[in-house]
């Protein structure tokens, strides 16, 4: 029933909005991307679509998917080909985005088109133009997951410093069980970042070196770090060859005892284990560096292309979709459902890093893609020890990562 009135609520308020579009009556196709797929609220996403296409009559094509690398570079390459979609959900004040910006919309501009919609400028994803192109819909933390009845299983205790999550290594290895889920040919940007978090001050893991000079000595012990944990078996045997799918089902059936990954991999947790799964900090490693730190920011948003706004048939349209799905209504839908412990663990670790000013954003958010893309393919060798961790960090410099 809740689901039913909610979705009612969508179609009045979807209705009482469209009232302002005067050419919704001429039926329109829009095509649409976003990251809200499968268990990252992708029904909801999807119910947010069918609501908006019965409220107005028109259609949705929807290409949503998962985010990964792949993901990212398939949107930039429809834009480079002028293949863009005509509302969709990309990164917003970030390297990524910078490529974009001379094609979509400012929300100035329809907002002064459109004034009684009053849509949000966040001043978190204004563009170095100093304007804002997208509306965010939620914030983001990435932390470490554990499953903790596997701890308790092993009698061992969580993982909150580097001893502890050492130990906790040698014990699940001992018993079959992978320690940390992760691949580094596929994601290995969530052990980069941690790494070098876990391997100084937040303040080095805030650093943009524009020379090799200015490369932190923390971003060259937590290259060490991923060599040191390839080496203790923190990782599963054929981390340089599995898959994100892999890894992430390791540890939601129980296969592996941690995980580091974002807020969306909590939607994915199914509700009775929200009681034996929380969220920390990846532990420190180093003196300076602060064990309440984390990952987290506002990356993203809903951007309109420039493309559908200077077509006459899908303007109106277009801006009514981009409203519906920033709505407050929308918000709460597409925002984090889950509860029990891993919700009060995930209030205790973005509170404690606020409070402690401790919340890094992330680097690969802010490079240059190609340098980004250089360094990351590297990890797996960085791992086994047969790249050079100096020549690699120096090499993603000089290719311009923060020229932004």
Same mark, same amino acid.
């Given at each position: 029933?809740? &689901?039913?009135?909610?979705?009612?609520?969508?179609?009045?308020?979807?209705?009482?909005?469209?009232?302002?579009?005067? =050419?919704?009556? %001429?039926?329109?196709?829009?095509?649409?991307?976003?990251?809200?797929?499968?268990?990252?609220?992708?029904?909801?996403?999807?119910?947010?679509?069918?609501?908006?296409? +019965?409220?107005?009559?028109?259609?949705? $094509?929807?290409?949503?998917?998962?985010?990964? @690398?792949?993901? &990212?570079? %398939?949107?930039?390459? $429809?834009?480079?080909?002028?293949?863009?979609?005509?509302?969709?959900?990309?990164?917003?004040?970030?390297?990524?985005?910078?490529?974009?910006?001379?094609?979509?919309?400012?929300?100035?501009?329809?907002?002064?088109?459109?004034?009684?919609?009053?849509?949000?400028?966040?001043?978190?994803?204004?563009?170095? $133009?100093?304007?804002?192109?997208?509306?965010?819909?939620?914030?983001?933390?990435?932390?470490?997951?554990?499953?903790?009845?596997?701890?308790?299983?092993?009698?061992?205790?969580?993982?909150?410093?580097?001893?502890?999550?050492?130990?906790?290594?040698?014990?699940?290895?001992?018993?079959?069980?992978?320690?940390?889920?992760?691949?580094?040919? !596929?994601?290995?940007?969530?052990?980069? @970042?941690?790494?070098?978090?876990?391997?100084?001050?937040?303040? !080095?893991?805030?650093?943009?070196?524009? !020379?090799?000079?200015?490369?932190?000595?923390?971003?060259?012990?937590?290259?060490?770090?991923?060599?040191?944990?390839?080496?203790?078996?923190?990782?599963?045997?054929?981390?340089?060859?599995?898959?994100?799918?892999?890894?992430?089902?390791?540890?939601?059936?129980?296969?592996?005892?941690?995980?580091?990954?974002? =807020?969306?991999?909590?939607?994915?947790?199914?509700? %009775?284990?929200?009681?034996?799964?929380?969220?920390?900090?990846?532990?420190?490693?180093?003196?300076?560096?602060?064990?309440?730190?984390?990952?987290?920011?506002?990356?993203?948003?809903?951007?309109?292309?420039?493309? +559908?706004?200077?077509?006459?048939?899908?303007?109106?349209?277009?801006?009514?979709?981009?409203?519906?799905?920033?709505?407050? %209504?929308?918000?709460?839908?597409?925002?984090?459902?889950?509860?029990?412990?891993?919700? &009060?663990?995930?209030?205790?670790?973005?509170?404690?890093?606020?409070?402690?000013?401790?919340?890094?954003?992330?680097?690969?958010?802010?490079?240059?893609?190609?340098?980004?893309?250089?360094?990351? =393919?590297?990890?797996?060798?960085?791992? !086994?020890?047969?790249?050079?961790?100096?020549?690699?960090?120096?090499?993603?410099?000089?290719?311009?990562?923060?020229?932004?």
């Amino acid at each position: 029933m809740k &689901k039913k009135r909610r979705i009612i609520n969508i179609l009045i308020a979807v209705a009482f909005l469209s009232v302002t579009f005067s =050419s919704l009556a %001429e039926t329109v196709t829009l095509r649409t991307v976003s990251t809200f797929a499968g268990t990252d609220a992708g029904p909801e996403y999807v119910d947010l679509l069918h609501a908006w296409e +019965a409220a107005t009559g028109n259609h949705v $094509d929807d290409r949503s998917a998962a985010s990964d @690398e792949t993901w &990212k570079a %398939e949107m930039l390459n $429809d834009f480079a080909a002028g293949n863009e979609p005509d509302v969709f959900f990309f990164f917003a004040a970030t390297a990524d985005s910078k490529p974009l910006l001379g094609r979509v919309i400012p929300i100035s501009q329809i907002n002064a088109a459109y004034p009684d919609l009053d849509l949000v400028e966040s001043a978190g994803l204004r563009e170095e $133009d100093g304007l804002v192109y997208a509306i965010d819909v939620r914030p983001f933390w990435e932390g470490l997951f554990v499953n903790t009845d596997l701890f308790e299983r092993y009698s061992l205790e969580l993982p909150t410093d580097r001893d502890k999550f050492e130990k906790a290594v040698q014990v699940f290895r001992r018993n079959g069980i992978v320690p940390l889920a992760i691949s580094l040919s !596929d994601i290995p940007h969530y052990i980069v @970042e941690f790494s070098i978090l876990a391997s100084g001050s937040t303040k !080095d893991h805030q650093a943009r070196p524009a !020379d090799v000079s200015a490369i932190p000595d923390s971003w060259v012990r937590g290259m060490q770090l991923i060599r040191h944990l390839y080496q203790i078996g923190a990782f599963p045997d054929n981390v340089n060859a599995t898959s994100e799918v892999l890894t992430t089902s390791m540890f939601i059936n129980k296969q592996a005892a941690m995980l580091l990954d974002g =807020s969306w991999r909590a939607n994915g947790v199914a509700q %009775e284990n929200w009681d034996t799964t929380i969220v920390l900090p990846f532990p420190p490693y180093n003196e300076e560096a602060d064990p309440s730190a984390i990952i987290g920011g506002t990356s993203m948003g809903f951007y309109i292309s420039k493309r +559908a706004w200077d077509d006459e048939e899908k303007r109106d349209a277009a801006v009514s979709l981009l409203a519906h799905l920033t709505s407050d %209504e929308a918000r709460a839908r597409l925002g984090f459902t889950f509860g029990g412990e891993m919700l &009060k663990s995930a209030i205790t670790l973005t509170g404690t890093a606020a409070e402690n000013g401790s919340l890094a954003f992330p680097i690969g958010d802010v490079m240059d893609s190609g340098a980004r893309s250089f360094w990351f =393919s590297q990890i797996p060798a960085i791992a !086994d020890g047969t790249a050079d961790i100096r020549e690699v960090l120096e090499e993603t410099i000089k290719r311009g990562a923060f020229s932004r």
